[in-house]
């Protein structure tokens, strides 16, 4: 079930190249270590857009030249 979900994703026109490039990037680390680092991306990324969809600049990082500001 779960590699045809990969394999459904990794194949379907509408999934982005970031996510699929990063699918095929955590297949081969260590499981329990990808699947951490995705809950932290996750949150972090959440936190982001909702901070953005609340206009609150302060919160929401931007990029300047490779580097994040508040």
Do not use: C, H, Q
Not at 25 to 51: F, G, Q, Y
Request: hydrophobic share 40%; proline share 3%.
């Amino acid at each position: 079930m779960l590699t045809e979900e990969i394999n459904r994703t990794l194949n379907d026109p509408t999934a982005s190249y970031w996510l699929k490039e990063t699918i095929l990037a955590a297949m081969k680390r260590d499981p329990v270590d990808a699947a951490k680092d995705a809950e932290v991306l996750s949150l972090l990324l959440n936190s982001r857009a909702t901070a953005m969809l609340r206009g609150d600049r302060r919160r929401a990082l931007y990029s300047a030249g490779g580097e994040f500001t508040e």
